[in-house]
């Protein structure tokens, strides 16, 4: 049973619009909520985060946006750039030491 | 110095062969993790070291033995691989598991 969902595998957007990823989760003991950038051959790069308590973050260019009630985020990405075409996950965590991740989202900014 | 880094970048080894992929972090963080990615899937928790004891084993298969010989180092000792093991193996290191940083990873090939 997936507890965190990123319904979609892939997105496109124009070079300096908005991108907009979405995830989903289930656990309702999740307490943090993390997003990681991910390029081919590297490691995850740790973004943003948002605790439970809190409803949005922002950090430059990244905001992320928290609906417990839908049990729902989203991270919004704005002006994208050329250098943030890579695979996204949304991931979660119940502060036991262990990360959940979704199956990522694969932006592709294009120009 | 805010870098875990793996070593080796890429190892291929044969069914019989023993090999080690070893990580360290110098970040003075408590917990350190094993996960392995396979091609499009998300990162998958093996292993979480906290405060150099053994705390997670996602029923790992006996042939992935960890080691964590001290704060700043952890090992994953390889033996009778078998060829489905081929993946990226990322070690990532935290103080707080809201927040992981992760290495580049090593590249295992069974042939």
């Known amino acids: 049973d997936q507890q965190v969902k990123q319904n979609s595998p892939s997105l496109s957007v124009q070079e300096g619009r908005i991108s907009i990823l979405n995830c989903d989760y289930t656990n309702s003991m999740f307490d943090y909520f993390l997003w990681y950038k991910k390029y081919p051959a590297e490691g995850p790069t740790f973004l943003i985060s948002i605790s439970s308590i809190k409803d949005k973050n922002e950090d430059g260019r990244f905001t992320v946006f928290l609906n417990k009630s839908a049990k729902h985020l989203s991270l919004h990405i704005v002006p994208s750039q050329p250098g943030d075409s890579a695979v996204y996950f949304c991931?979660?965590?119940?502060?036991?030491?262990?990360?959940?991740f979704g199956k990522g989202t694969r932006l592709h900014i294009l120009p | 110095d805010t870098e875990v880094t793996q070593t080796p970048k890429h190892l291929v080894m044969g069914m019989t062969n023993k090999k080690s992929l070893k990580c360290e972090q110098h970040m003075g963080h408590r917990a350190m993790y094993w996960y392995k990615q396979k091609a499009k899937k998300p990162p998958e928790l093996m292993f979480v070291?906290?405060?150099?004891?053994?705390?997670i084993n996602e029923s790992v298969p006996s042939r992935f033995s960890p080691e964590c010989p001290n704060s700043s180092l952890l090992n994953l000792h390889l033996h009778a691989l078998q060829p489905e093991d081929s993946a990226l193996y990322l070690c990532?290191?935290?103080?707080?598991?809201?927040?992981?940083?992760f290495g580049p990873g090593t590249r295992l090939t069974v042939l």
């Open positions: 070291y906290s405060y150099e004891k053994l705390s």
């Open positions: 990532a290191s935290s103080q707080a598991p809201e927040r992981q940083f």
């Open positions: 991931a979660a965590s119940a502060r036991d030491d262990k990360i959940i």
